[in-house]
């Protein structure tokens, strides 16, 4: 059985949504606080916590409002009805918070997507309409602080032995998965990493990428012939290795 996995900020998302929110409410130190992160100097829960800070108290009108500007890929959708009529299974997997990818999601009419993400409370001040953000992450993994939310974990938890994974992304979050997925399809930061690291993979730019090569990989149903689709097998040893605790 084929089962993708998908990030959200800046794949499902036409930007990084979350990186985009706390620069908006929080200041250019939020952009300080990112990079620290990326260059591994702070772990990725420290850095939720000091961009929350920063944010203050926030108008829930006003943080409503920025969320429902934000726009996904148009073809999206059109990817997710391919994937329920050939039995494909997807799941979202983010680093971001829920707050805004289930109000993204709502907002587009998706809603029988599992999504595997950081949650963000607001909790509020004397009654008023203002807030501060609270987050929590209920997916960590204790031996690694890479990322929040660990989309490794879900993705092998998720996923039978005989099962083929497919990993859709294109940021600094999506380093780990990879590792574990049998195909990647991957465009900016993603496609550098993969490069980098000798993991092969798929260029896209939008949805439709991704289901036209899905499309060929498949092949015609009638001859009952899978092209290109098969476990990896630096998938299975990394797999492996996590089972096994090394």
Same mark, same amino acid.
């Given at each position: 059985?084929?089962?993708?996995f998908?990030?959200?900020?800046?794949?499902?998302?036409?930007?990084?949504?979350?990186?985009?929110?706390?620069?908006h409410?929080?200041?250019n130190?939020?952009?300080?606080?990112?990079?620290?992160?990326?260059?591994g100097?702070?772990?990725?829960?420290?850095?939720?916590?000091?961009?929350?800070?920063?944010?203050?108290?926030?108008?829930?009108?006003?943080?409503?409002?920025?969320?429902d500007?934000?726009?996904?890929?148009?073809?999206?959708? =059109?990817?997710?009805?391919? @994937?329920?009529?050939? $039995? *494909?299974?997807? %799941?979202?997997?983010?680093?971001g918070? !829920?707050?805004?990818?289930d109000?993204?999601?709502?907002?587009?009419?998706?809603?029988?997507?599992?999504?595997?993400?950081?949650?963000?409370?607001?909790?509020?001040?004397?009654?008023?309409?203002?807030?501060?953000?609270?987050?929590?992450?209920?997916?960590?993994?204790?031996?690694?602080?890479?990322c929040?939310?660990?989309?490794?974990?879900?993705?092998?938890?998720?996923?039978?032995?005989d099962?083929?994974i497919?990993?859709?992304?294109?940021?600094?979050?999506?380093?780990?998965?990879?590792?574990?997925?049998?195909?990647?399809?991957?465009?900016? =930061?993603?496609?550098?990493? @993969?490069?980098?690291? $000798? *993991?092969?993979? %798929?260029e896209?730019?939008?949805?439709? !990428?991704?289901?036209?090569?899905?499309?060929?990989?498949?092949?015609?149903?009638?001859?009952k012939?899978?092209?290109?689709?098969?476990?990896r097998?630096?998938?299975?040893?990394?797999?492996?290795?996590?089972?096994?605790?090394?």
């Open positions: 059985m084929l089962k993708i998908i990030d959200f900020d800046g794949t499902i998302t036409k930007k990084d949504v979350g990186d985009a929110l706390f620069i409410f929080g200041g130190q939020c952009i300080d606080f990112i990079e620290e992160y990326r260059q100097r702070t772990s990725a829960i420290e850095c939720f916590r000091k961009e929350c800070i920063a944010c203050g108290s926030i108008d829930k009108k006003e943080l409503d409002n920025f969320i500007s934000q726009e996904i890929d148009e073809t999206f959708k =059109d990817f997710k009805l391919f @994937c329920k009529n050939n $039995n *494909i299974e997807i %799941f979202i997997l983010s680093d918070m !829920d707050y805004y990818i109000e993204i999601l709502k907002n587009n009419n998706i809603t029988d997507v599992p999504v595997y993400t950081n949650q963000l409370q607001l909790e509020s001040l004397d009654g008023s309409s203002k807030f501060i953000l609270k987050p929590i992450f209920p997916f960590t993994d204790e031996n690694c602080d890479r929040a939310c660990c989309k490794r974990n879900h993705m092998l938890v998720l996923s039978a032995d099962d083929i497919i990993y859709i992304g294109e940021g600094y979050s999506d380093r780990c998965p990879v590792r574990y997925a049998d195909l990647v399809f991957a465009k900016d =930061d993603l496609l550098k990493y @993969c490069q980098q690291e $000798n *993991i092969s993979y %798929f896209y730019h939008s949805f439709a !990428d991704v289901t036209d090569r899905l499309k060929m990989l498949l092949g015609n149903k009638n001859t012939k899978n092209y290109g689709l098969k476990k097998r630096q998938a299975q040893l990394a797999a492996r290795e996590v089972f096994l605790g090394g």
